[in-house]
């Protein structure tokens, strides 16, 4: 695992030099890449009602609260993201 990510991290390094931006080992680009050393869920907003599900694996699923809400105002990205989460800054959490 650590050659791994010592490997990754300086093709990292050569990618953001050259100014490439997508993400090759050899020919293959990487899919789904996941990095979890150490990671408790990975939360990505996105769903339309409670609970927020965790994608990381480990089921660590949160309810929303307060107030939070689904929202399909999200910001530009290189990537599909059809929805976010609106919070009122008082009360709301996952």
Do not use: C, H, I
């Not at 680009?29 to 408790?40: A, I, K, S, T």
Request: net charge neutral.
């Amino acid at each position: 695992m650590r050659a791994s990510l010592t490997a990754l991290t300086s093709e990292l390094k050569r990618l953001k030099a050259s100014g490439v931006k997508t993400l090759t080992s050899g020919a293959q680009p990487f899919n789904n890449l996941n990095l979890n050393d150490g990671l408790v869920g990975y939360w990505k907003l996105d769903e339309t009602a409670s609970p927020a599900l965790d994608a990381s694996g480990y089921g660590n699923n949160g309810a929303w609260t307060g107030g939070a809400t689904a929202s399909t105002t999200v910001a530009p990205l290189g990537f599909s993201n059809p929805r976010s989460m609106t919070f009122d800054g008082s009360n709301d959490y996952v």
